[in-house]
C-alpha cells in the first residue's frame, strides 16, 4: 500500500478512496485516462471489498425477448427487424409459456428477463397478459422486464402516464426492471448511435418513477463506441445523482459495444485495458450502488472472471437464450450450466451466490 501511495501520479484520489470519501467527476475523468491500470484496479477491489464482500452473485435467468420487430433505427443495433422482414417475429403467449416452462423444467430457472422490440404489433394487453402467465406459472420466478424505452412506447401507445403504466406491469406480475436503453446519455454522442431512442434525461425519469413505485432496477452504459471518458464519467455521475435520491438501482452493468452486423461495423472491438478501466472507475465512483454486474455474454468467460478483481461482484448468470449480443458478432456460448458459473467464481477465490434480480 505504501508503494501504491509513493509511486502512484493519484495520490490524492488514492487517500480519498481509502479514506471513504467520494470521489469527483475530475477524479473520475482521471482514472479513466490513467495507464495505472494496477492501482486504479485495487481501488476499485477496496471498494467492491467494503460494499459487496467476497460473495459473487449469479441467477439461473431466461432472455426472453418476445420480439424483434422495432421501428426505431439505432445504429448500434444488430438485433431489430422491420415488420414484413423475413425474420421478424412476435412470440404468442402460448409460446412465451411454452419456453418459461421448458427453461425452468430444464434449468429450474429463478428468473425471467424479457425485453423486445418497439413495435404496435404487441399491444399493451398482450404485454399484461405475459407478465400475468409468467407470474402464474410460479409465482417464484422474478420477472425482471421492460427497458425505460418500453415504458416509454407503453406510455405513447395507452396514452397513459409513466406511473399509471408501471403500477399496471407490477399488478400484473413485474418484479423489476433492467437496465437496458440507457447506451450513453451524453446529448453529444446520443444521437449518433441511437437515432429516435428517448434521451438520457427521459431514462433516467422513468428509472426514478419506477423506484417511487417500488420497483428496483438495474442501469446500463454502452462504451466503446465514439464516447470519450468525460462522456462515460458523466453517464456515471448522472446515475449517481439518481441513486442518492431514491437507492432504486441494485446494479450498475457496463456493456462493451459490439459492432458486427450494426451500422458502426467499422469501429473495432474494444480493447481488454478500457474494460478494465471502465469497470473499475464504475465501483469506485458509483459508491452507493450495491453491485457492479459484469455479463460474461459480452466479455467472455476469462475476462469476466478477470474482472472479479477490478469492483465486480455478479457474473450475470445463465443466460439462457441470448440473442440481442450475440446478433451483434459476440463469440461467447449461448448459456452457460450453473456448475461452470460456481467453477469460475471459486476458482478467483471467491463465494458464489445464487441469486435473483432482487438480490
Avoid at 421448458?102 to 397478459?129: M, R, W
Wanted: glycine share 6%; proline share 3%; with cysteine.
Amino acid at each position: 500500500m505504501k508503494n501504491l501511495w509513493k509511486n502512484s501520479k493519484h495520490k490524492k484520489i488514492i487517500d480519498k478512496v481509502l479514506g471513504g470519501e467520494r470521489i469527483t467527476f475530475e477524479d473520475g475523468v482521471e482514472l479513466m485516462r490513467s495507464n495505472e491500470i494496477n492501482t486504479v484496479g485495487y481501488l476499485a477491489d477496496f471498494v467492491r471489498k467494503k460494499i459487496a464482500g467476497d460473495e459473487v452473485c449469479y441467477s439461473a435467468y431466461l432472455n426472453m425477448n418476445y420480439t424483434n420487430i422495432c421501428y426505431l433505427s439505432c445504429q448500434l443495433c444488430a438485433f431489430s427487424r422491420k415488420e414484413g422482414d423475413a425474420d421478424a417475429y412476435l412470440l404468442s403467449l402460448k409460446e412465451i409459456e411454452e419456453k418459461v416452462k421448458q427453461a425452468h423444467q430444464d434449468y429450474h430457472i429463478n428468473e425471467v428477463h424479457i425485453v423486445g422490440g418497439i413495435t404496435y404489433k404487441a399491444s399493451f394487453e398482450y404485454i399484461l397478459e405475459m407478465m400475468s402467465l409468467v407470474r402464474n406459472y410460479n409465482p417464484d420466478i422474478f420477472v425482471k422486464a421492460f427497458t425505460a424505452v418500453e415504458i416509454d412506447h407503453f406510455s405513447r401507445q395507452t396514452k397513459l402516464s409513466y406511473s399509471e403504466v408501471l403500477k399496471q406491469l407490477k399488478d400484473a406480475g413485474l418484479c423489476g426492471m433492467p437496465g437496458g436503453g440507457a447506451e450513453i446519455f451524453s446529448e453529444r454522442v446520443r444521437p449518433e448511435i441511437a437515432k429516435g431512442k428517448i434521451a438520457g434525461d427521459k431514462w433516467l425519469e422513468i428509472h426514478q418513477l419506477a423506484h417511487e413505485t417500488g420497483l428496483k432496477s438495474n442501469a446500463t452504459m454502452l462504451y466503446g463506441h465514439i464516447e470519450n471518458e468525460e462522456d462515460i464519467v458523466d453517464h456515471m455521475d448522472r446515475l449517481r445523482k439518481v441513486q442518492d435520491v431514491t437507492g432504486g438501482f441494485n446494479s450498475f452493468i457496463p456493456l462493451a459495444f459490439h459492432p458486427d452486423n450494426t451500422e458502426l461495423d467499422h469501429i473495432p472491438f474494444v480493447d481488454a485495458f478500457t474494460d478494465l478501466k471502465v469497470y473499475a472507475v464504475g465501483r469506485i465512483y458509483l459508491d452507493n450502488f450495491p453491485h457492479i454486474k459484469a455479463f460474461w455474454t459480452s466479455l467472455g468467460k476469462k475476462l469476466a472472471q478477470v474482472l472479479l478483481s477490478f469492483g465486480v461482484d455478479d457474473l450475470g448468470g445463465m443466460a439462457i437464450d441470448e440473442k440481442i449480443m450475440h446478433n451483434a458478432g459476440a463469440k461467447t456460448p449461448v448459456f452457460l450450466k450453473r456448475d461452470e458459473l460456481v467453477r469460475i467464481i471459486e476458482t478467483a477465490n471467491r463465494v458464489p451466490k445464487l441469486v435473483n434480480s432482487s438480490y
